[in-house]
Structure formats: structure tokens, C-alpha cells
């Protein structure tokens, strides 16, 4: 089932169908998929400014331990990678594979100290698999935030606005 | 290496300063304390004057469109205003410095000025009128964008009006005979090349006092509205790159900011079509030279010369004394700062006075700029609040100025700070990153520093993006922002924001210190915080910080050797 996922591939943001991006002005997001083994790799941007992580997940473990150099996910507020520095994800295909859905549990570093924060995230590719629409839910955040890719090449310019 | 030089009207002030200093040492050490080492004020007269020309200039600053106009005017502007203040120029509603227009109101009002209005761009009009301060015209060559840079630079020590080809005509005219042709010489050339001849041409002739970075706007766009005030000062202009991806006009660059004299300003802004903010002002406060930053700021050459009205002070809304300890409450507190430059902001925009807010100030307009700062004061309303910046006598990156030149910088802006009324010092470091990568976070030596040379602030705060240095002594906390407030930022993510922010920090009292950019008005903070879902308390800044005193529940936290470093490439 997951070799022949429509989730693999190449992604864009399409930020006029998005949640206000967090102080980055694009994200590219590519998902590999080899047995077991999804590799979510995210590209953020802003102007000259990238940052890129990759979270490998293992279906067939329940808790992947992974290393966090940052948390890029909204850089409007003061809140860092805390605690050990890592996150331990869990991953799982659901609906027959259209439907990919993380559970992320880490520690975020605020003024006050560490915080224990869970992320929800939803993926869901479109029928006609063109699109992908990623609905995340934190722990500490009253709204959800909906992002949604369009596939693209991955050698497809994008704009990245500016930034000072 | 400084004997050498020739002596200008700008550096001769330094060189009798200098002879002073040997005979009077134990009273100049004495003013060095007070920080009147700084550099000489610009040209001011007595009173601001009876009548003067208001030119109003178009919205166009296209190259191939109307910036030809424009950089004659300039060019006239700064020549004719070099001895008295004569042209002031109107600009557009939509001009990035919003404030160019109410100061005519203010200057009428207030300062009894009277204005001669011409008609949009008639630079005919302007010149029958002020072509006797020019000696003649340099030509700039319409084929290359730089040369018309490095003819504002000859406008200066020539005393010559800047025309392209087409205008010729309309300069002779009017008298004037060609003085500098720089048509056809730097086809073909790289910016280095260009800027390496104007060098070796004019920079020895050239202000120590003031270097333009003419940057800014890139391409096919130029907003040179600095250009009068470099014309006026006889400055080097350029819009050199500190981008090491420029290495030969970063080693230009850094033989000119070099030979400045020492605390000296930069006015301009970096060219965004080659480096970024971060990096050229590291560079420029690494040589211990002040920025000011802004390549459109109009009008300098004739604001820089009016006095303050003498029945004028600067006057603060303090809601708390200095030696006040508050009680504080189990309540989230917050307050929000508008910094960016007053005039690039919501000064004029609605909602200001609405609910308490801070304001930066860029304190080096006592020199440059007093009718604006007279003008701000004046307008304030008792919800404003000002505070000092940015992290000293101008803008500059803490961790990018030597040991040895911080104490002389400081002590500038503490004079400053006590001539302004002001008690809180705002902190931005951009040198190891930014608010997308990097840290913009201080460690524990400079801290110390601050806390050293500035025993009477009530205060400090540090960021521009979240940072996370957080400190208390003696009763003055460093608060770093908690929260930057997006110009895009919806209303509905932006409340949702504050409430994650009151969510990761349970414990009460929580400081909330929100770091509004430039274009956000205060009617959009108003409604952020009416649409919380929680109680906050919003309180002026000196509040803010007598209760963060009071109880502090932040961590003391400096920048740590393991922090991300980001060179801002």
C-alpha cells in the first residue's frame, strides 16, 4: 500500500488557500516512502532565509525518536525546541492510505521554562491527487492550521517574498 | 593616517576639537563622559525661516520614468539648503516616510513658516529661482544606474546640479555650465569598478562626518529622497554590498566606512538587490559608526536645520517614577512597542491613543531630524509612550561593536536618552540571525554591559523577532519580545497566537511583550486583544516593566554557546 501512495511526491504551499505561514513566506514539503519508512522533508522560506528538516518516520515502531534543531512551525512567538531536544512521533496510514496522520509529542522552551506540547497532523491527498491538505492541531493552539500543497516538480521555481 | 588628510570643512572641526583636547583635557574628559565626543551637529539656524519653496514631487521612481526630475531637485534641494533651509519637498501620500506632508502642516503652524508652493516636478521653476547655488552640472549616464550615485557624490564637492543628457538644456538655461561628465565611462564596469573610481576621484574631498549607502530600492527603482542631506553634507555616496558574495565591494566598502571618523553616521540603507539588513549593519557598527537608516527620509537637509521652538521640551508620558516598586496581580500583562522608525508606522493611522503603546525613537534626530522628534512629542497622545533605540546612539548591533568603542557609544546615547526624556534602552542584535534563523539573543558579558552604562534606565528590551534574553537587577528587567506582530498577520491567527503564547506560559503573572512591525495600526493591536478569549491587562511600558520587576516568573536566560549563529546571507 504505501509504495503506491499518492502522498509521495513533491509539495508546495499554496498560501492564498493556507493559514498565514508564521513568518515564512513558502514551504515545499517532500514525502518519501520506501516500506515502513515515511520521510517528510520540509523546506521553509523567506526571502534569502531557509530552513529544512526531515523527520523519517517508522510505521512499524511506535515511538520514533527524532533530533530537533528548531521549530520553525511559527516564528511569530516566543517559543523554542525545549527539553532533550527531540520528538517522538508516531505515524499511521488510515481510510486505505488516503489519509496519513502523525502524533508528535515535545517540549517546547517559552520565558517560563519547558512545556509539554502534542501536534495532531493530518494528511489528506485529494481524489484526483494533485493536492494535499495538512490539518495540524497543537495542544496549545486554539485554531487549527490548515495548509494545503499543490504537486509540483520539484525543480519548479517559487517565490519567496522578502524579508528584511 | 589622519594627519594626512585633507582638511575639509567637515574634518576641520575634528582637527580644532583635537588641538582643544591638548590643552584642555581634564574639561574635554569631561564632556567625553557627557557624550559630546560625538559628531558635530548639522548646520542649524536661529529660527526657523519666514518663507521657503514647497516643491511637490510625483509618485514615479522609475528610472526611465520620473527619478531624472527627482534627482535634479535633489541635488538642488541639498545645494540650496546647504547654508539656510529654502526647499522642502512634498511628497506622495503613498511615500514610505509618511510623515513628509504633516511636518509642512507642523512647519506652517508652529514654526511660522510660509510656503512658496510650485507646481508637481516644475524643476524650471525651482531653478530660476535656486540655480545660483550651483556651479554647474554633472552628467550622469542614463545607460548606468551607479553613475547616477556616484554623480549625487559630485553634486556635493562640485556644488553641481545632477542632470542626464536630456536635461542639459534646461541647466544651461539657467546659467550653468558642464563641470563633471560621466556619460560613457563606466559602461561595462562592475559596481566595484565604479565606486574604486569615484573613490580615487572624490573621496578624499568627501564628509568624515556622513557616508550614504544609497540602496534601497533596487533595479529600475530608486528612492534616493536621502540624496539632498549627502549633497548638504558633501558625503561619499554608494550603494556598496557587505555581502561577502561581493568580496570586492565589501573590501571597498570597508576601506571607506574605515576612514569615517570614528561614531560617525551612516544614512542610507542597504541596496536590497545585493546584501541584507543584517549584514551591512554589522559591518557598519563593527567600525563603530552609528546607522541611520532609511534611504527615502526626505527632507533632511532642511528639517536638520530647524530648532526646536524655545517655549519646547521633550516631554515623556511616565506613568511610573523611576524609584516606584508596583504590586503586581496574577494577571497576564501585556504591552506593545511600534519600532521601525515613527513615521514609517502608524503614527498617523487609526487607532493611536486607543490603548497604551510604545513607540521607539531614533534618538539620533536630535541632530538630524529635531522638527519630526518636535513634532512626534507634541502629537503624542497620553497613551504613547517613547522609548530609546536602537541599542544605541543609532541603529546598531551590540555584538558587532568593539569592546573599546561601546562605552564612547554608549555614553552618547545615555546623553541622548536623558535629553529626550527617555528610561528605556530597546536592544536589536541581527548580527547572528534574524527572526526567521539564527539567535538575536545577548550573552551574559553584554548584558553586564548594558546594566553598566545605564544606571538610570528603568529597563531594558531586546529583539525584534522573539528573542529569549530575560534578566533582572536591582529592580530593571531585560524583557526580550515575546510576539512579533506581522504587517500580514490576520487578526484571527494573530489573537490565536497571543493565546498559544498565555497557554505555553501558565504561570502568573505572565509578561507578554509584543513587538509590532511598522504598518500594523494600533486599531488592529486593539482588536488582537479584544478577541482574545482571555483577560489580559494592557499597560504602558514602564508598567509593564515596574511589574515585571515586581515578580519575576521569566527564566534569566542569555544567548548560549550552543545557540544557532546565522550570518544573514
New interface residues.
Partial sequence: MAGASPLAGHWRLLPERS??L???KALDLDIKIEGDVVTLQRN?A??????EDVTPIDLAKADNVIPV??WPD???????IGGDKTKNVHGQWLDGGRVFRLNTDLV??????D?Q?NILDNFTISTNGQQLTLIEL?S????PVVYVFERVSKDAQRKTG??? | MRSARPVTRNNLTILIIMRLRSIFLPLLFASVTFGAWAQPMPHRVDKAPAEATLIPVSSNWRLDGDVPVHATILSLQGLANRDYPRIYLEYPDDWQWEIAKPLIGFLETRHGVRFERLGMDDVDAALKRYAKFAKGYVVWDKEVRSSLIVAFTVSGIRDALVVNEDQIPLAEKHGLKPLVDLRGIFRGKTDAEIYQWAYDQYWAECSRDYYVVLGGHAGAEMQPGIADFGVMQRAFFSDLSANPKHPDELALLKKILGGQNKHSTVIGWHS?GKD???QHTTLTGSFGLKMEGLHNLPNISFTCQIPLTPDFKFSNNHSVAPDDKLKVEKKIYVAAIATDSMGIGAWTKPGRGEIPYGWQVLMGWLRLNPLALQYFYESKHPNDYFIGGLSGPGYMYPKSITVADFPALMADARNLMQQLDLRVMEIMD?SEG????GNTDLPKELVDRYYHEFPNAIGFINGY????T?DLRDGKPMI???????V???V???A??L???I?????RP??LLMHVRERNTVEKVRQIFDSL?EQVEVVPLDVFLKLAASNQ???TRYQQPED?I?LN?
Fill in positions: 493559514t498565514d508564521s513568518g515564512w521553509f523567506a526571502g534569502r532565509r531557509t530552513f534543531s528548531m511559527n516564528r511569530h512567538i516566543g517559543a523554542y517546547l522552551a517559552t520565558q517560563q521554562g512545556r506540547v497543537r496549545t493552539r486554539t485554531r522578502n524579508a528584511e | 536590497y541584507t539588513e543584517g541581527y534574524n527572526r526567521h534563523v523577532g522573539s528573542a529569549r530575560y526580550s519580545y515575546d510576539y512579533y506582530l506581522d500580514e498577520r490576520p484571527v491567527e494573530a490565536a497566537d493565546e498559544e503564547l497557554q505555553l506560559n501558565p504561570q505572565y509578561y478569549s516568573t521569566y527564566k544557532h546565522d546571507p
